[in-house]
């Protein structure tokens, strides 16, 4: 795992964070503490009612804790003047909470305005925002929320939220309302944002599919928000820290695992390969002595083209072009091993061609380099359960 | 705010149309008719101008301070602390909605004399609670999540009152004084009975004293009015409702 942190310094410090209501005779959240690294993603996750939402909305104080502390970049906030607390921390909502009568732009501006940006400053700003959650500023800035699709009024959303350049973004189930497709291109916006931005992100959601995809770290929440676990997706789906952990995450951990590993963690077959312009005898020969009875044909360019195999090539053919099966399943190292298997139960061929950013082949990955990393998964998972018993067990000793 | 496109304006020329054409129908006919010297006393520039006018006033004056009366006492009922409140206190308002006009006039003459006030109070009283409701109703509809989104971005409790809620509550409210503003201007006629003048003496005459056109005038002039006002009211809500929202 890449570390996407300022390692140490926690910009979110929450400590023995408790909300009763009244009227209830059980706390909403008891005694929560965590604390969330500059720079870091982090995801609640939870069923319904675990009090999740509630906890975030203690960080900007909608929700006022009962009981407990908040501490922002090192500065208690716990008790401070709650309008100006909330211009350092952005935030988004599942209903995008964009003002209707206002145009796009003016949305985006409300922030910067609370904050007293002078005017040029403000306008410079909305552009720059809407550029960067991929929204034209000339087509859009003008016109009104209800103008725009769901998918682009939660980008305003987002980038409303930024406007203002808080060091912390509170997003509750920000995709939540938004169809498969939408979510999921608004996941990979919201990671690619956050790849330029770096900001502290807590984001709440109930799927435990988008935490372990967004986050870089989960908190799965359990009963009134006890923390079952927090930590990276990979700790999550590999070790669950207890049944109820495992429950949540569900069927399908090991096949949810392969989302995290990108395609460049495991090597790359090469593969016997030819251009489009050799000699077919001499690619026949090359087909014949091939351990998979094919080769790969690529253009003046090193693209992949077609699978070429024996068959083939009876009748030899006086030139290359148009021969074998179209070498269309090409993924790139930031793929994950889940897209691999995806396309690879999908499609014929002796596996996914890796190219490069240009297109250029670097290799085959098959089901056999899959199903080895899935091996080396579970390895080590039991290692560290193994180990854990140890230590278990030299602690019970020593009590 | 500039006007936005022509849709938003269209079928608001009609009103004023039907007010030049009753107008116009009205003086033709009178001119046609053999008018006596009690009749004349009563229909000519001077003596309708002055009613006309007196009625406007009584209406829009009644109707901007039920604005005045209603807008406040709305914002307050709508406030957390106060919601729940907000049905107890609208049924009893709703008592004095079901008192008659006219009595309550009667009952507020016997105690401060006629006049132009004692009409203005009664109508106020009688318009005051639809408008309320309409206030409150306007506020209550405003999605919470956007309350919630400007609370979340730092706005203050006012901020999300002016820049929120209030806009927001701009059609609803509206919609509810233009129609209280044109009940009002047909129940302004009842003026007449505590001294406040208005077109309900115009009538009043015309029925008192068994002469048609007197009657016809009074009543066609009251409908212009309303009519009128009714247009003004459109003409307010199109241009004062915020843009973008439907």
């Known amino acids: 795992m890449p570390d996407r942190t300022d390692a140490g310094r926690p910009m979110l410090r929450l400590r023995e964070l408790t909300k009763r209501y009244r009227g209830q005779d059980r706390p909403a959240v008891d005694r929560l503490s965590l604390d969330v690294a500059a720079g870091e993603l982090m995801v609640f996750v939870g069923p319904s009612g675990c009090g999740k939402t509630t906890t975030l909305k203690m960080i900007n104080r909608l929700v006022e804790p009962t009981s407990g502390s908040i501490e922002l970049d090192g500065e208690d906030v716990t008790h401070v003047d709650p309008n100006r607390l909330r211009r350092r921390i952005g935030y988004v909502i599942q209903q995008t909470g964009l003002l209707p009568h206002l145009t796009v732009g003016a949305n985006v501006a409300l922030v910067p305005r609370l904050l007293g940006w002078p005017s040029a400053r403000v306008r410079a700003r909305v552009d720059e925002m809407l550029e960067l959650v991929g929204l034209d500023p000339a087509e859009h800035r003008d016109r009104y929320p209800r103008e725009l699709s769901g998918g682009q009024q939660q980008r305003v959303g987002v980038a409303r939220a930024l406007a203002g350049d808080p060091p912390v973004l509170l997003m509750d189930e920000p995709f939540g309302a938004t169809d498969p497709l939408t979510r999921e291109r608004l996941q990979n916006e919201l990671l690619r944002v956050q790849a330029e931005v770096r900001k502290t992100i807590v984001l709440v959601t109930h799927d435990i599919d988008e935490a372990i995809k967004l986050g870089d770290r989960i908190a799965v929440f359990g009963e009134r928000s006890r923390l079952a676990q927090v930590g990276t997706p990979d700790e999550v789906l590999g070790r669950p820290a207890d049944p109820y952990v495992k429950r949540f995450v569900g069927a399908g951990a090991s096949l949810k695992r392969l989302h995290l590993v990108r395609l460049d963690a495991v090597p790359a077959r090469p593969f016997p390969t030819a251009r489009v312009t050799d000699d077919p005898a001499l690619v026949r020969d090359l087909v014949v002595r091939s351990r998979s009875g094919s080769v790969l044909l690529l253009d003046a360019a090193e693209r992949p083209v077609a699978w070429v195999a024996a068959d083939d090539l009876t009748p030899l053919p006086a030139d290359l072009a148009g021969v074998g099966l179209p070498a269309t399943a090409t993924l790139t190292a930031e793929a994950t091993l889940h897209d691999a298997l995806d396309v690879m139960l999908g499609t014929d061929g002796a596996g996914v061609i890796l190219v490069d950013g240009d297109g250029r082949f670097r290799g085959v990955v098959g089901l056999d380099e899959v199903m080895a990393h899935v091996a080396r998964l579970h390895a080590e998972s039991r290692r560290h359960d193994v180990a854990a018993a140890a230590a278990l067990g030299s602690a019970e000793g020593a009590a | ?246």
């Open chain 2, 1 to 246: 705010m500039s006007g936005g496109g022509r849709g938003r304006w269209a079928g608001l020329a009609a009103r004023p149309l039907v007010v030049a054409l009753l107008l116009g129908g009205l003086w033709l006919w009178l001119r046609g008719q053999e008018l006596d010297s009690i009749e004349r006393r009563t229909i000519n520039a001077d003596y309708l101008l002055r009613a006309t006018r007196e009625h406007l006033w009584l209406t829009v004056v009644a109707t901007l301070a039920v604005a005045a009366l209603a807008l406040p006492l709305g914002v307050l009922l709508t406030r957390p602390a106060l919601r729940r409140v907000a049905p107890g206190v609208l049924t009893v308002l709703g008592v004095g909605q079901a008192v008659p006009a006219y009595g309550v006039m009667v009952l507020l003459t016997l105690r401060f004399g006629v006049g132009f006030r004692v009409a203005a109070v009664a109508l106020v009283a009688y318009s005051l609670l639809p408008v309320l409701r309409n206030v409150v109703t306007g506020i209550g509809q405003v999605d919470p999540a956007l309350v919630e989104a400007g609370r979340g971005m730092g706005m203050s409790r006012a901020a999300v009152l002016w820049r929120i809620e209030l806009p927001l509550a701009v059609p609803v409210v509206l919609t509810g004084l233009r129609t209280a503003m044109v009940i009002g201007a047909g129940v302004a006629t009842l003026a007449t009975f505590v001294g406040a003048g208005g077109l309900g003496d115009i009538i009043i005459n015309g029925i008192k004293l068994g002469r048609t056109p007197v009657l016809v005038t009074g009543s066609v002039l009251c409908a212009c009015v309303a009519l009128a006002l009714d247009w003004a009211g459109a003409v307010a809500e199109r241009a004062l409702s915020p843009r973008g929202v439907s």
